[in-house]
């Protein structure tokens, strides 16, 4: 069974079922896909394919991103619109754009799909759904990343050894590459951020990309030096690991703070880290830091005040395991 469900920028919209899923397929795919098409095409660029289809079928799992017809699974039409398939839906859109548009060069490049694919699928969710969606799909992401990183350590999101395609796209090229995303954006501010997401896709429209390519992109809009970033989150493995003590000297109305990174291995990482000090009515001041050493001391000063509780990374922008604890 087919549905012209709509028009986006006068390209059709469809829906195509099996005649028995009519019913419950016409209206799980009616929803949210032009909302998607129009988020996208003013984010990153014009959508560019003369239709888009999405279609039911038995020869896929899960979905399956092919241009301007994407498959799902025959189990994906329910009939109840539930928030995992939605989050499908969304994320299989995105591959027009990243994937599909812009196709990565190699194998060793899949995060620029997957990776991309899952952070734009937050980017919706956060447009359409809030602040608080965003943070949960974040945290999902982060947990994944993490439980994937105590079994395969050493793994690191661009690598050329293809010799076994299970550890090619894995929660590190999905998960842990949207996040990657997500801190760029930390580091480089959400507007140019996103003048680098667009001017990527106008450079690559039509073509290949490598991670390389990516990078050169965000410098040149940017003006900064991306190469220490990129290298330890997608050519290098690890986890950003910190722990951190705090007290106030009233005397001198400051704050200090020790910061340690504990991450096994020799390596450190290199990243601005937001401080939140909270008082008593949850009002708060952030200040930045800049880890770059295993072992640091830092002091905040022109207080007013001692702070009620201090938080590392407030607004969840570094993918880290973190605490930082008041000085008994």
Not at 313 to 328: H, I, S
């Amino acid at each position: 069974a087919v549905q012209y469900v709509d028009e986006f920028d006068g390209k059709s919209i469809q829906t195509c079922v099996f005649r028995q899923d009519r019913d419950e397929g016409f209206f799980d795919f009616a929803t949210p896909t032009k909302k998607v098409l129009a988020f996208y095409s003013d984010y990153i660029g014009p959508f560019a394919y003369e239709k888009l289809a999405n279609i039911q079928s038995n020869s896929v799992s899960g979905g399956m991103e092919a241009a301007s017809a994407i498959l799902y699974s025959a189990n994906s039409v329910v009939g109840d619109r539930n928030e995992r398939w939605r989050n499908v839906v969304i994320h299989e859109i995105a591959h027009q754009w990243f994937g599909n548009a812009v196709t990565e060069y190699d194998w060793d490049d899949v995060w620029l799909s997957e990776g991309f694919a899952t952070y734009f699928t937050l980017l919706f969710i956060e447009h359409y759904y809030g602040r608080d969606a965003f943070i949960k799909g974040l945290e999902s992401s982060q947990r994944r990343v993490n439980a994937f990183h105590e079994k395969f350590p050493d793994y690191t999101i661009v690598h050329n050894n293809l010799s076994d395609m299970s550890q090619v796209t894995t929660s590190q090229t999905y998960q842990k590459g949207s996040w990657v995303l997500h801190m760029l954006r930390g580091v480089l501010g959400t507007e140019v951020f996103w003048k680098g997401i667009r001017q990527y896709y106008h450079t690559y429209m039509n073509g290949h990309a490598s991670t390389a390519d990516f990078q050169r992109v965000m410098e040149e809009v940017s003006g900064v030096d991306l190469s220490v970033f990129f290298q330890q989150w997608l050519y290098r493995g690890g986890e950003l690991m910190v722990e951190g003590e705090w007290e106030y000297a009233p005397s001198k109305g400051e704050v200090h703070i020790e910061l340690q990174q504990i991450q096994s291995g020799d390596y450190v990482f290199e990243m601005p880290i937001e401080i939140a000090l909270e008082d008593q009515n949850g009002q708060r001041e952030i200040r930045v830091l800049t880890l770059n050493q295993k072992e640091q001391s830092f002091i905040l000063s022109d207080l007013k005040s001692e702070p009620y509780r201090m938080v590392i990374d407030p607004n969840y922008w570094v993918l880290m395991k973190a605490t930082l604890k008041k000085r008994q």
